[in-house]
C-alpha cells in the first residue's frame, strides 16, 4: 500500500474542500539519466513506477479527482505531474512533495484565487508571461 | 510551492512548476541551486528559501522586470 489508512484519512479530509472537479495527468516515459536518491541509500529507482503509484493512490481519494495516464517512447522530463490548467510538477510527489501534490489538486479545485486583494491587484500589474520554476527536494 | 501555484491559478501570465531537485540535478546544478526551495524566473535563479506572499509576489514580480 502506498498510503497508509492515516495518509489517506488525511488526504480525503483536504479533499473534501473541493469546490470542482480537477483533471490531473500523469506523464511517463524513459529518463535521460538514471536517477539515483540520497533518500533511497543511493540506489536507482523507478521513478516513474513510484510517481505512478503515489498518483494513482491520491487521485483514488476523491471522485472530483480523474486521472489521465499517458506514456512516452522519448526521453523527456519525466515522470510529469500537470494539475488542472496547467500547473507542473517534475518528479516524485515523494515526502514533503506528497503535500504538493494534494494541496496543489485543492488549489485548483477553488472555485477563484486564494491570494489577498493586495497580491492580485499587484499581478494585473505584469505585462509578459512569466515562468516560476520552483526546485523542492521530497525530506 | 503552493505560493508559486496560487500565483499561476490568479493570474494567466504565470506558469508555476515545481521540480525534484535531486531527480533533475543537471537543471539545478545549471541554475546554481544549492538550497531549496530555490525560485528560478524565467530560467534565471532569483532567490533562496520560504518568504510570505507579499515578498513572494514583490519578488516575482522584480525578477520579471516589473
Known amino acids: ?9 488525511a488526504i480525503r479530509s ?3 474542500g473541493l469546490e470542482r472537479d480537477v483533471e490531473v495527468t500523469l506523464e511517463l516515459g524513459p529518463t535521460a539519466t538514471p536517477v539515483t536518491l540520497l533518500a533511497a541509500g543511493g540506489r536507482e ?14 487521485c483514488a481519494l476523491s471522485g472530483r479527482v480523474t486521472l489521465t495516464l499517458v506514456e512516452h517512447d522519448e526521453p523527456g522530463p519525466w515522470p510529469r505531474t500537470v494539475i488542472g490548467a496547467g500547473l507542473e510538477y517534475l518528479g516524485m510527489p515523494a515526502g514533503y512533495e506528497l503535500t504538493t501534490l494534494v494541496h496543489g489538486i485543492l488549489e485548483a479545485g477553488r472555485e477563484g484565487p486564494s491570494l489577498t486583494e493586495a497580491s492580485l491587484a499587484r499581478l494585473e500589474t505584469l505585462e509578459q508571461d512569466v515562468t516560476v520554476d520552483v526546485f523542492v527536494t521530497p525530506t | 510551492m503552493l505560493l508559486a501555484y496560487r500565483l499561476a491559478l490568479a493570474s494567466p501570465r504565470i506558469t508555476a512548476r515545481g521540480i525534484e531537485a535531486s531527480e533533475f540535478a543537471v537543471d539545478a546544478d545549471r541554475h546554481g541551486v544549492h538550497a531549496v526551495p530555490a525560485i528560478v524566473v524565467d530560467d534565471r535563479y532569483a532567490w533562496a528559501g520560504a518568504v510570505p506572499e507579499a515578498a513572494f509576489v514583490e519578488r516575482v514580480l522584480e525578477a520579471a522586470g516589473t
Open chain 1, 45 to 58: 529507482i523507478d521513478s516513474n513506477g513510484l510517481a505512478r503509484e503515489i498518483v494513482e493512490a491520491v
Open chain 1, 14 to 16: 483536504v479533499f473534501a
Open chain 1, 1 to 9: 500500500m502506498t498510503l497508509g489508512e492515516r495518509e489517506q484519512e
